[in-house]
């Protein structure tokens, strides 16, 4: 008798529930610290003060803006920091009259000049107009915050991996999910832009082992049974947390006190210390049985059930044969530098670790390049932002029932396709159909997400048992390449045009789709244990 057997026994109880409930609230926090920078850095809409034209409370529309000041041709806007130069009252007489400054003739339209007072469209707040990154040659410090962030995750989640297998997933549970609160919190008090990045920084490797950890503490609370069904209702709380992101920053306009309003609940997962249990396959590899009996007399009592007294002899016995099994595989580990040596021999599996770390790449590029870019997309930018991370809701409902029902590769393959002909569509409709380039652009968002989601499984279905971990590592270590890449999308729309990383996005897309078509199928076929038999997926 194993853990799953015992749990498939007792079924899905209330406690169970409840656990996975709390979890999944920790999971909607968790998606705050790698999309906050969105919000915080987030670039505004504004001008050049004309002393000689505007009033003591200037507005941002006036008659007179084209006189006075340039428009950039790319964004048919303003230029933010450049204005025409002002011809003084007598030396041009004939075209000013004494009461009015700003008439045609009232500027040197040959002659430009940068400003150094500027007039916000709306009284929004971010490190922009807090720590004065001004003007289009300092767009690249907004686009570092996004960078910084990734940097953290890059060096967090390594870090609490292994602090989760020597701790226990518990620990980054709840100590991942505090210090980010803290991190964060202090982050809303920086009195300038480096130390923002400091905490922006600590904030994100602090909380980047947090999705891992508590998501595998819910799934290993429950039977095999039930962990398809609760993965995708737990993963479904994930996009809801950029989701009030979004409304708060659209109610409050604010960024110190978004931050705080965002962050400070973090500390709240301190009250659910001892009720959320530690995960039981982890007690169970640190043979910590009464511990696991007791967790386990929690579920059989909210379902109704006892738990037997031969229970706990069955998890002693089963610990000394994975005990027996551990030993098997250290050795087999010692061999790791000889199975690598196969991996290169391997001409399909080579290829296989190159297309999937491409495909890696270029989802989370395309999949965090998107939530992104919506802020800068024509409309509100808090309500796209919204709406781009609500719609990966009913994505991963769809992806449930797509990989239940087809196969692998065409899921794959078919959802990056139509992620990259929305992205492509959105450049070939005008502007005057808002709506519909919105449409495809959510579209767009839709598949890159079911993309996302069946990348995690399909990588660990198409690498051998030996060396699963490891390569789904390397490959998925392409991906956070991708989302420090991400960030400066907004750098490359400022420099090229709004256009070119939404296409780009589609040319990508559209390529891994392509080379989705020669990965193996797995559906419904057992997992490959050897490099041999991996290598034999291909000719299935």
């Not at 082992?209 to 503490?217: E, K, N, S």
């Not at 781009?388 to 029902?405: D, G």
């Amino acid at each position: 008798m194993d853990l799953d057997e015992i749990l498939n026994d007792f079924g899905l109880g209330t406690y169970q529930v409840t656990v996975c409930t709390i979890i999944g609230l920790v999971l909607m926090y968790s998606n705050i610290s790698p999309l906050s920078y969105a919000i915080t850095a987030s670039d505004l809409k504004y001008r050049c003060e004309i002393p000689q034209c505007d009033t003591d409370n200037p507005s941002y529309n006036q008659d007179w803006l084209n006189l006075a000041i340039p428009v950039n041709n790319r964004t048919n806007e303003p230029y933010k920091c450049l204005k025409y130069h002002y011809i003084p009252q007598n030396t041009n007489k004939t075209n000013i009259s004494a009461n009015s400054t700003c008439m045609q003739g009232a500027f040197n339209v040959n002659r430009k000049e940068k400003c150094n007072k500027w007039v916000f469209d709306e009284m929004e707040r971010t490190i922009v107009n807090d720590f004065g990154i001004m003007c289009e040659e300092n767009k690249w410090k907004l686009s570092m915050v996004g960078t910084v962030n990734s940097v953290g995750q890059f060096v967090g989640i390594p870090l609490s991996g292994y602090i989760s297998d020597k701790y226990g997933r518990k620990y980054i549970f709840i100590t991942g999910t505090v210090l980010s609160a803290i991190f964060g919190t202090i982050k809303s008090f920086a009195a300038n832009y480096y130390s923002f990045l400091v905490f922006e920084y600590l904030d994100s490797m602090a909380s980047s082992g947090v999705y891992a950890a508590t998501f595998v503490l819910a799934i290993e609370f429950v039977s095999p049974k039930s962990r398809v069904l609760v993965s995708t209702v737990v993963g479904c709380f994930y996009p809801m947390g950029a989701v009030i992101m979004g409304f708060t920053a659209y109610v409050i306009l604010d960024w110190r006190i978004i931050v705080r309003i965002l962050y400070l609940p973090g500390l709240l997962v301190l009250g659910a210390a001892w009720y959320v249990p530690e995960s039981l396959r982890w007690l169970q590899t640190e043979n910590r049985v009464a511990e696991v009996a007791k967790v386990l007399s929690k579920v059989a009592e909210s379902n109704g059930k006892t738990i037997p007294d031969c229970v706990k002899d069955a998890l002693v016995v089963n610990i000394k044969a994975n005990g027996n099994v551990t030993d098997t595989t250290n050795k087999n580990q010692m061999t790791c530098r000889k199975l690598m040596r196969e991996i290169f021999d391997s001409k399909e599996l080579l290829l296989r670790i190159i297309n999937c770390s491409f495909c890696w790449f270029t989802i989370t590029l395309v999949y965090y390049g998107l939530s992104l870019t919506s802020v800068e997309f024509s409309g509100n930018k808090y309500f796209n932002f919204m709406l781009v991370n609500a719609v990966e809701l009913p994505a991963s409902l769809t992806l449930w029932y797509v990989m239940e029902n087809f196969s692998r590769r065409k899921t794959q393959a078919y959802s990056f396709f139509f992620s990259g002909i929305g992205c492509i569509m959105v450049n070939l409709i005008s502007e005057n159909y808002t709506w519909m380039k919105l449409f495809l652009f959510l579209s767009s968002k839709f598949a890159i997400t079911m993309s996302f989601n069946a990348m995690y499984v399909y990588t660990a279905e198409m690498f051998p048992t030996e060396l699963r971990m490891t390569l789904f590592g390397i490959t998925s270590m392409f991906g956070r390449m991708g989302v420090m890449f991400a960030p400066q999308m907004t750098l490359l729309s400022a420099y090229f045009g709004q256009y070119v990383p939404i296409l780009l996005f589609g040319i990508l897309s559209i390529t891994a789709g392509a080379l989705s078509f020669f990965f193996p199928e797995t559906k419904d076929r057992k997992l490959p244990d050897t490099v041999k038999q991996a290598e034999f997926e291909v000719e299935i």
